[in-house]
């Protein structure tokens, strides 16, 4: 949303003795050393070696030591962009995507390590703002924005498709269902846009916030689409779902809250067992407002490759769920039922989070204001 360019709000502890248990063993996140001060907001971990990430005035970063040495970069001519987004194939290839009224909203492309960009797409509908990007191989990606007036005068978000890597096209508005006056997308940490990575799977699911809270659903890649309200608190244009992610095609999450009142307890954190179609609020109190959220990918992969004919203790054994709900300054490492266990930084160092990517093999890479990026096993 247009209205969430730039937000840094004081974030209060939450006390509630659910989450006192929790937080009492915690441990802080691994801080690494970022060399630049920008707000970051766009985050992709290709391995534990080699990551991306991305923020405010055209700024890019990247790592091929595991973290150790990160490199900001800003690219040609983008000084005036903030890139909201960024997903990455490779220690060379990469797309950013930039968010802001018209021509701000960009896609770029690099497959040098950033030696060369090339502006694949801009948007020029005045009215137009990118919200989040996400891929499912590194040729077949989609581009969501905020809805604008359609030919007919209808309002319709706008949905982006590339079959190869290169050249961008927009759904035509009569495939895509009608916005509400006053909904829109946040572009607070590229995750208001869902997809199963592989290449394979047709799923695409994006979420909303202002006067509604909804998660639109395509399960041909934007071809055809389906509708569903959830129980998400919304409004107000600072409210609704700021993160949407799904462990495969049925079982998913969304969450988000109010980032004005940051405090509030909610609902702002909801599952669904039925790939969206019905949403199930948390009952853990108190909630906070929360930009972004992932599922842990090896704790995924390892409870779907559990055979039906393995034995009962095994399978309980291994939670099929480790999710990363990521606040302002903290992230919950939440494997349900059991309650969440709290991170966050010291009174020495404190971290403004933003937004996160899981790793392939476990565990989290978040980033935030301030150039601020940490490591969670």
């Known amino acids: 949303m247009r209205r969430f360019f730039?937000?840094?709000?004081?974030?209060l502890f939450l006390t509630s003795s659910v989450f006192c248990t929790a937080a009492a063993a915690q441990a802080g996140p691994r801080v690494q050393i970022s060399h630049t001060s920008e707000n970051l907001r766009g985050v992709s971990a290709v391995s534990r070696e080699v990551?991306?990430?991305s923020g405010a005035h055209g700024t890019y970063l990247r790592t091929v030591d595991g973290g150790h040495t990160w490199t900001p970069v800003q690219v040609p001519g983008a000084g005036a962009l903030d890139f909201r987004g960024v997903v990455a194939f490779s220690a060379d290839d990469a797309f950013l995507m930039s968010a802001g009224p018209g021509e701000l909203s960009r896609i770029y492309h690099t497959s040098d390590a950033g030696?060369?960009?090339?502006?694949q797409f801009t948007n020029q509908n005045p009215k137009g703002f990118f919200?989040?990007?996400a891929f499912w191989d590194a040729k077949h990606g989609v581009v969501v924005g905020d809805?604008?007036?359609d030919y007919s005068g209808k309002l319709k978000f706008e949905v982006l498709l590339t079959e190869d890597g290169e050249n961008w096209h927009a759904i035509p508005p009569e495939k895509l269902p009608l916005a509400l006056e006053g909904e829109g997308g946040f572009a607070a940490s590229n995750t208001c846009l869902a997809i199963l990575p592989g290449g394979t799977d047709s799923n695409l699911w994006f979420a909303t916030g202002g006067k509604a809270a909804r998660v639109f659903h395509s399960g041909d890649r934007g071809q055809s689409w389906e509708v569903f309200d959830t129980p998400i608190v919304h409004g107000l244009d600072s409210t609704g779902i700021f993160s949407i992610a799904f462990r495969d095609a049925l079982h998913g999450v969304i969450a988000g809250g109010d980032y004005k009142r940051p405090n509030d307890d909610g609902p702002n954190l909801a599952f669904t067992e039925d790939g969206g179609k019905t949403w199930t609020l948390s009952p853990l109190h108190p909630l906070a407002y929360f930009s972004a959220i992932a599922y842990d990918r090896r704790v995924n992969e390892s409870a779907l490759h559990i055979g039906a004919s393995e034995k009962k203790a095994?399978?309980?054994s291994i939670s099929p769920e480790r999710i990363f709900i990521v606040g302002q300054d903290f992230v919950f490492d939440f494997r349900p039922p059991n309650n969440p266990r709290r991170i966050n930084g010291t009174k020495k160092v404190k971290i403004r989070f933003n937004a996160a990517t899981a790793y392939p093999d476990g565990g989290l890479l978040v980033v935030g204001a301030k150039g601020a990026i940490a490591v969670i096993p």
């Open 147 to 149: 809805p604008i007036v």
């Open 115 to 119: 030696k060369h960009w090339q502006l």
């Open 6 to 11: 730039v937000i840094i709000f004081s974030f």
């Open 51 to 53: 990551a991306w990430a």
């Open 131 to 133: 919200d989040s990007m």
């Open 314 to 316: 095994r399978v309980k």
